[in-house]
């Protein structure tokens, strides 16, 4: 097993229409006005940026993201992501009840010194710390389509 191959996913059931979701997950400059650990995000061409996330742990992870699809009609947001961790991103949208069913996709390899070394006995913790920052990315993004 690869301690540092990490592949996530998580399904969100969101109170709006897909493309209401989708306009709002395509502007990923916004992302840190309701996403808590996305702490900055900088654009950097028509296409990429920069990101700092920082959960519950007491680091910061430093990605460049470029986008690979941007699919409206089929609700498909998808980004490679290089620096702390490398691999790819995927917003998959569809209707359901009403409202959107949001999954998120990610499968990455962690290139952050500290969490390699750590990648064993931390894993567990890593987990942890995932699962909290997407459930807090859920909460911010709900409150931010009920004010849009």
């Known amino acids: ?38 702490r900055a995000v900088t654009p950097l061409g028509e296409h990429g ?6 959960s519950l742990l007491p680091y910061d992870l430093l990605i460049t993201a470029e986008e690979r699809r941007h699919d409206p009609d089929r609700g498909i947001l998808e980004i490679t ?7 790819w991103a995927r917003w998959t949208l569809t209707a359901a009840d009403g409202g959107t069913r949001a999954r998120y996709d ?5 290139r952050k010194p500290l969490m ?7 894993r567990p913790l890593f987990l942890l710390n995932h699962a909290l920052m997407m459930r807090a990315g ?7 389509l009920e004010a849009v």
Request: charged share 25%.
């Open 1 to 38: 097993m690869d301690w540092c191959h990490y592949r996530f996913r998580s399904v969100w059931n969101l109170p709006a229409a897909p493309e209401a979701v989708y306009a709002v997950l395509e502007q990923a400059q916004d992302y840190p006005r309701w996403w808590p650990q996305v």
């Open 49 to 54: 940026g920069t990101a700092r996330l920082r």
């Open 81 to 87: 992501m290089t620096g702390d961790l490398e691999g």
């Open 106 to 110: 990610q499968e990455v390899d962690v």
């Open 116 to 122: 390699r070394r750590l990648a064993v006995p931390g």
């Open 138 to 144: 859920r909460r911010g993004l709900v409150s931010r």
